[in-house]
C-alpha cells in the first residue's frame, strides 16, 4: 500500500528546541523576549530569526527548522505586515507536510479568524497593503490556516500574559517528551503529559525526603512504557544518582529467579559490586552502606505486598530509613494495595485519548502519524475496540499493517470473536490469580452486571457471599473492576478488553449446558427449548420408580440409592449461573411449562425489552411449573403469565423488575413493576 507523506516520522536528532516566529515590531521587546526567557530557564533551546541575517536565503531557514523539533508562531497584530514573516509560515507550513515538523500557534492580541478568515485583517493586510499575486496570496494563506489550526494558545482565553508563557512552556515540554527520539523509536504516543505528571510527583529538586511513586492499572495500559520514558529521562540528568530498572519482576519472582536472586542483583548494581560470591556479600553491611546511597530504581510489575517487602528488605511504611534522602523508587503494578502499604505517592494510568488512539494505531498499521482518508473508517473501528489500551492498539495494527482493504473488513467484522494471544495472556494473568469467590463477582460483572450500582452489586452478591464488599474493594484495587461516580452515587464497571477476555473464559467451556453464563440469543434459545435432557431424566426417574414397586424390599433399597445419586448427576448437568437476554434481539420462543427444570444452579435471569412491546416467550395455558429456587436476580419484561410459578419460592430473591406484563399477584417488598395493568394483589 503506499500512503502520503503527511505526518512522516521525524528519525533525527535536533540541533534546537523551538524555531520562534514573531514579528518583531509587535512583540520582540514584551510578549517574546519574556517568552525566549521562560524556555531558556526550562532549559529549552530557542531558535529565532534574529539570528540569521537577512541576507540569508529561506533555504538556510528550511535548514534551521529542519533542524528543530517544532516551531511556535506568534501571531499578532502587525504579523501579516511583514512578508518575511509570512515567508516563515509558509515555510513553517512546508516543513510540517514534508518532515513531520510540529507547530504551536499564540494568538496575541488577534483572534483566530483574524488569521484565516478571508475577511479577516491578515487576508485583508495581504490582498490591500502588500498587494501579493496570486501564488504568494495563496501560499500564505494556505500556509497561516494550516498553522492556525493545530492545537495552541490565545491570549484572550489567558489574559494574564505570565500565565500564558507558562501554559506554553509546560507544552512546548510536553511535546519534547513526545517528540525525543528515544520515545519515537518505541512507538510511545501521548507520553509527553504522563511523564511530566510523574515527574512532578517524583519532585527530584525536593532532597529531604525518600520517595515511592506507583503507576497503577489494568495490563496493556503503558505502565512499563512510561516508567522506562521517566527513568531515562531522570537517569540523563542526574548522572550522579545510582540506578538500576528491574523488569516483570512477578514472572521472575515465579521463575528460577527468585525474589532472592532479584535482591543480589540490586545491590550489585546499585553498590558497583562484580565478581562476589553470595558468601562474601554481608546483607547487613550493603543495607548499611545503601542507607547513605541516593538511589533511582524502577520495580515493575509488582504483584504482592511482599514481594516489595522482599525487594527492599525492610518495613517499606518506613521508606525513609532504606535509602538516602532524594531516593526514588517507582514501582508499577495492578494491584493498588501494594502502593498503599508502602504510602506510595499513586499515578492512576489513564487510557489514551481517541486522538492518540489513532495515532498510536495508525504507527504501527501504516507506519505513519495519521491513516490515509480511505482508511479512517476503518482505523476508527479498530481504536474504538481497544478502548485507549496501548498494547491492544500496538498489537491490533501490527496485525492490520500491509492487508489489503477486503483482509481489514472481515477481521474487524469478528473482532471479537477472534482472540489475540498477546493482548488476552497479558489480561488474563490478574484474573488467574483471583480467588474462587473473587473470579465468581468478577465474571459476574463482566458477563452480566456491568455498569451495575455498587450497592446493588454488594446486596445481591451478599446472599451467597458476606464478604462482598472486601472482594469489590480487592477487585477494584486489582485494575479488573473500574468505579465511576455518578450523581445517583457510584456505579461498577469492566473495561471492554477485560469483558472480552471474561467472555472467552466462560466460553472455554464448549457444551452449552456447561457454560456458566449466558446471552447470546441463540445459545438461550437452544437452552430453554430443548429438553432431551429434562426429557431423558424423566425416563429414567420414572423407569426406576417401575423397577422399584416389583423388587425386593433389600433390592429396592440399593435401586433408590442408585436413583438418587442419578439425580444428584442430572442436576449437574445444567450449570448455567446466569442469563441475560436482550429480548428485542431474540427470536419468539415457545417454552414448555418444565422449561427451567434443573437448572438449580441459575442465580440470575435478567430478559428486559425496552425498545419492543411485542412478546418474545410463549407459554403453556398453565405458565411454567417452576423457576429455580436459588434466584437472587429476576427481571422480566412483558413477564407472560397472570402470576409467577406456584412452586417457585424466593427466599434468596433481592432484585426483582417485572414490566408490562399481565401478571396478578406479587409479594410484598418488591415495588419495581410498571405498567402491569392487571395487578391486583400484593401477598
Known amino acids: 500500500m503506499a500512503f502520503s507523506s503527511h505526518g512522516a516520522l521525524y528519525t533525527g536528532e535536533w540541533e534546537y528546541d523551538v524555531f520562534l516566529c514573531f514579528r518583531g515590531d509587535d512583540t520582540r521587546h514584551c510578549f517574546a523576549s519574556h517568552l525566549m526567557a521562560a524556555l531558556a530557564a526550562s532549559q529549552i533551546q530557542a531558535f529565532n530569526d534574529a539570528m540569521l541575517h537577512k541576507t540569508q536565503s529561506f533555504d538556510e531557514l528550511l535548514s534551521v527548522l529542519q533542524r528543530s523539533a517544532l516551531s511556535i508562531v ?3 497584530e502587525k504579523f501579516a505586515d511583514s512578508p518575511w514573516c509570512l515567508n ?7 516543513s510540517m507536510a514534508n518532515f513531520g515538523h510540529r507547530a504551536l500557534p499564540v494568538f496575541y492580541k488577534v483572534g483566530w479568524s483574524d488569521v484565516v478568515a478571508d475577511s479577516g485583517s491578515y487576508s485583508t493586510t495581504i490582498v490591500d497593503k502588500l498587494k501579493a499575486s496570486s501564488e504568494d496570496n495563496k501560499r500564505w494563506k494556505d500556509a497561516l490556516k494550516a498553522i ?3 492545537a495552541g494558545h490565545t491570549s484572550e482565553e489567558t489574559k494574564i500574559e505570565s500565565e500564558l508563557i507558562k501554559l506554553i512552556v509546560e507544552d512546548v515540554q510536553k511535546q519534547l517528551i513526545d517528540m525525543s527520539p528515544s520515545i519515537k523509536s518505541n512507538n510511545l504516543v501521548g507520553i509527553g503529559p504522563r511523564v511530566l505528571e510523574v515527574q512532578r510527583l517524583l519532585a527530584m529538586e525536593e532532597l529531604d525526603d525518600t520517595r515511592i511513586i506507583g503507576l497503577w492499572g489494568m495490563g496493556g495500559l503503558g505502565k512499563t512504557a512510561l516508567a522506562k520514558a521517566c527513568y531515562d529521562r531522570t537517569v540523563s540528568s542526574k548522572k550522579e544518582i545510582k540506578h538500576h530498572f528491574i523488569r516483570n519482576i512477578n514472572e521472575s519472582c515465579e521463575s528460577q529467579v527468585g525474589v532472592e536472586g532479584i535482591v543480589q542483583d540490586l545491590y550489585s548494581k546499585l553498590l558497583s559490586e562484580k565478581n562476589l560470591s ?17 538511589v533511582f530504581i524502577v520495580l515493575d510489575n509488582v504483584e504482592t505486598p511482599c514481594q516489595l517487602e522482599q525487594l527492599l528488605l525492610g518495613d517499606v511504611s518506613k521508606h525513609n530509613k532504606l535509602f538516602a534522602m532524594g531516593s526514588r523508587i517507582i514501582v508499577t503494578t495492578r494491584n493498588k494495595k501494594v502502593l498503599q502499604n508502602a504510602m506510595a505517592r499513586v499515578y492512576a494510568m489513564k487510557a489514551l485519548s481517541y486522538n492518540e488512539s489513532i495515532r498510536l494505531f495508525s504507527l504501527h498499521a501504516f507506519r505513519q502519524y495519521y491513516p490515509p482518508d480511505d482508511w479512517m473508517h476503518l482505523s476508527h473501528l479498530a481504536a474504538s475496540y481497544c478502548k485507549g489500551n ?3 492498539l500496538r498489537v491490533l495494527g501490527g496485525t492490520l499493517f500491509g492487508e489489503d482493504i477486503q483482509y481489514w473488513q472481515n477481521f474487524l467484522s469478528g473482532l471479537r470473536r477472534i482472540q489475540k494471544p ?3 495472556d497479558i489480561l488474563r494473568r490478574s484474573y488467574n490469580k483471583l480467588g474462587v469467590q473473587e473470579r465468581r463477582l468478577f465474571l459476574d460483572v463482566a458477563c452480566l452486571l456491568n455498569g451495575i450500582a455498587r450497592s446493588r452489586l454488594i446486596k445481591y452478591m451478599a446472599v451467597t457471599c458476606s464478604s462482598t464488599y472486601c472482594i469489590v474493594k480487592d477487585l477494584i484495587d486489582k485494575s479488573l473492576l473500574i468505579c465511576i461516580s455518578c450523581k445517583d452515587g457510584e456505579k461498577i464497571e469492566v473495561h471492554d478488553l477485560l469483558k472480552e477476555m471474561a467472555w472467552n473464559i466462560v466460553n472455554e467451556e464448549q457444551k452449552l449446558r456447561k457454560r456458566t453464563r449466558l446471552v447470546d440469543p441463540e445459545d438461550i434459545h437452544k437452552l430453554l427449548t430443548t429438553h432431551k435432557v429434562k426429557n431423558w431424566a424423566t425416563f429414567i426417574s420414572n423407569l426406576f420408580r417401575g423397577i422399584e414397586m416389583v423388587l425386593p424390599t433389600r433390592k429396592r433399597r440399593k435401586v433408590i440409592h442408585m436413583h438418587g445419586e442419578g ?25 414448555e411449562a418444565n422449561a427451567f427444570e434443573g437448572m438449580d444452579s441459575l442465580t440470575f435471569l435478567n430478559l428486559s425489552n425496552r425498545s419492543a412491546r411485542d412478546n418474545k416467550f410463549l407459554l403453556p395455558y398453565g405458565g411454567l411449573d417452576s423457576l429455580p429456587g436459588g434466584l437472587r436476580w429476576l427481571h422480566w419484561d412483558q413477564y407472560p403469565s397472570k402470576s409467577l410459578p406456584l412452586r417457585f419460592y424466593p427466599q434468596h430473591l433481592v432484585h426483582l423488575i ?13 415495588d419495581q413493576v410498571s405498567n402491569c395493568h392487571f395487578l391486583i394483589r400484593v401477598s
Do not use: Y
Open 148 to 150: 492556525a489550526n493545530c
Open 567 to 591: 439425580n444428584c448427576t442430572l442436576e449437574k448437568l445444567r450449570t448455567t449461573e446466569g442469563i441475560s437476554l436482550d429480548l428485542s434481539k431474540a427470536k419468539e420462543m415457545h417454552l
Open 88 to 94: 516563515e509560515v509558509a515555510t513553517v507550513a512546508q
Open 390 to 392: 496501548s498494547l491492544a
Open 74 to 76: 506568534i501571531f499578532s
Open 658 to 670: 417485572i414490566r408490562d406484563s399481565p401478571i396478578k399477584r406479587l409479594w410484598q417488598g418488591f
Open 278 to 294: 553470595r558468601e562474601d556479600l554481608d546483607m547487613k553491611c550493603r543495607r548499611a552502606r545503601l542507607s547513605r546511597s541516593k
Open 422 to 424: 498477546e493482548i488476552h
